[in-house]
C-alpha cells in the first residue's frame, strides 16, 4: 500500500528543518526499510507502494551481520569501480567500501582508495549518457572532483540567479569522461522537453554533440515530449 494509507499515529512527530518535517509516516517506512523489515513493491505513479520486506526480496538464508558488511561492501565497491575505505557522510546510500577489494593510489591525490582487481581486466566499451544528479557515479562530489577532476552541483536548492548550470542540470557522460551538463526541464502543458543550455567542460566534437543530442531525443520520447533544443 502506499504510505498515505497508512494512519499517522506517532506519539512524538519527527522534526527536522527540512523537507522531512513532520513526515512521520514517510520516515517511519524508511528507517522500517533500513532495517530490512519492509520494502518498495512498486510504484503507482511517482508514489511508492510498500509491503513487508519477505514478500518482496528473494527467499535466501539470512546472513551473519559481518558477512552482510563483506559483502554489501564487495557489491558496493564493484558498482563504483574505485571508492574511499571511509567515505564521506550520507543519509541514503554511503559510499564505503572498508577493506573490500585490494589498496590502490591514486597519482595527484592523497590517501588510499580500494579497487576491485577484477574490474581491471574488464573491457570497457564507452557511449553517451545523461546521469541523474543521484547516479552513484556523481553523488560524492568529493570523489567526482578527485578522479573525474569534474565540478558539480545540484543547484534546485540555489536562488535562480546564484545558478551556474541549471535548476535541474544533467552531468553527461561521454565514454570514460564527465565532459558537460545539460539544463533541460519538461514542460508537460507544452508538451516539451526544453533545453535551455548544454554547458561544455571540454569542447564537445561533433561525434560527442551527435550523442548528446541522440540521448536527449531518447529521453523525450520516454517522457512523451518534443524535443526542443536552444536556439
Request: proline share 7%; charged share 30%.
Amino acid at each position: 500500500m502506499p504510505s498515505r494509507a497508512l494512519p499517522d499515529t506517532c506519539a512524538v512527530p519527527w522534526r527536522s528543518s527540512g523537507w522531512t518535517n513532520n513526515r512521520n509516516v514517510t520516515r517511519l517506512l524508511d528507517c522500517m526499510e533500513a532495517r530490512g523489515e519492509v520494502a518498495v513493491a512498486g510504484r503507482l505513479g511517482k508514489e511508492r507502494v510498500w509491503d513487508l520486506a519477505h514478500r518482496v526480496h528473494a527467499d535466501v538464508p539470512v546472513l551473519p551481520p559481518l558477512e552482510a558488511r563483506r559483502a554489501r561492501n564487495a557489491l558496493r565497491l564493484g558498482a563504483l569501480g574505485i571508492a574511499r575505505p571511509k567515505g564521506p557522510f550520507s543519509g541514503v546510500e554511503a559510499s564505503d567500501v572498508q577493506d573490500a577489494g585490494e589498496p590502490a593510489l591514486v597519482e595527484g591525490v592523497a590517501g588510499e582508495w580500494r579497487v576491485d582487481p577484477a574490474l581491471l581486466d574488464r573491457p570497457f566499451s564507452g557511449r553517451a549518457a545523461l546521469l541523474s544528479p543521484f547516479d552513484r557515479l556523481v553523488h560524492d562530489r568529493e570523489r567526482l572532483a578527485q578522479i573525474f577532476e569534474f565540478d558539480y552541483q545540484l543547484e534546485m536548492y540555489k536562488p535562480e540567479a546564484k545558478r551556474r548550470w541549471g535548476y535541474f542540470a544533467l552531468p553527461v557522460l561521454y565514454g570514460d569522461r564527465l565532459v558537460g551538463k545539460v539544463d533541460a526541464r519538461a514542460e508537460r502543458k507544452a508538451g516539451e522537453l526544453r533545453v535551455r543550455a548544454i554547458h561544455q567542460d571540454e569542447p564537445l566534437t561533433p561525434e560527442v554533440a551527435d550523442g548528446v543530442r541522440e540521448e536527449l531525443a531518447d529521453l523525450a520520447r520516454w517522457l512523451e515530449l518534443e524535443l526542443r533544443l536552444p536556439g
